[in-house]
């Protein structure tokens, strides 16, 4: 099973960049498809992005592409999310996510991913 640590966050101005990563110290993090999800204040946890294990594919929450960028390394164990130009609305806990090894499908619900990171605090101020 995945065990996984965030990183990287904290406050940032709209107009500026953040990089979010996500450590994972289990054995077979090339098997798993990696997610990322957050938790507006007061509202409900959301898919944010995946990176595919198949084939490092990746998928967006609505409205989010082209700001964001998702990956992986492979080689060390590591995913990213990378936010640039964030707006005061992407102020959230944001938490990275794996499936199972070798799932299907994108895992755009909470439910889709056994295991979870703590999660990481991103503050967008205008």
């Known amino acids: 099973q995945a065990q996984l640590v965030e990183s990287g966050g904290g406050s940032v101005q709209t107009g500026g960049s953040l990089r979010l990563s996500c450590v994972d110290s289990?054995?077979?993090?090339?098997?798993?498809?990696m997610g990322w999800f957050r938790r507006p204040p007061g509202k409900p946890r959301e898919f944010v992005a995946a990176v595919m294990w198949a084939d490092d594919s990746t998928i967006y929450g609505e409205s989010l592409k082209g700001r964001f960028t998702v990956s992986r390394d492979n080689a060390k164990g590591v995913a990213y999310l990378q936010m640039n130009s964030p707006k005061p609305e992407d102020t959230a806990d944001y938490y990275c996510?794996?499936?199972?090894?070798?799932?299907?499908?994108?895992?755009?619900?909470?439910?889709?991913?056994?295991?979870w990171g703590p999660g990481t605090q991103v503050t967008v101020s205008s």
């Open positions: 289990g054995r077979s993090f090339d098997a798993h498809t």
């Open positions: 996510a794996a499936t199972v090894p070798f799932a299907r499908g994108v895992p755009s619900r909470t439910n889709d991913c056994p295991s």
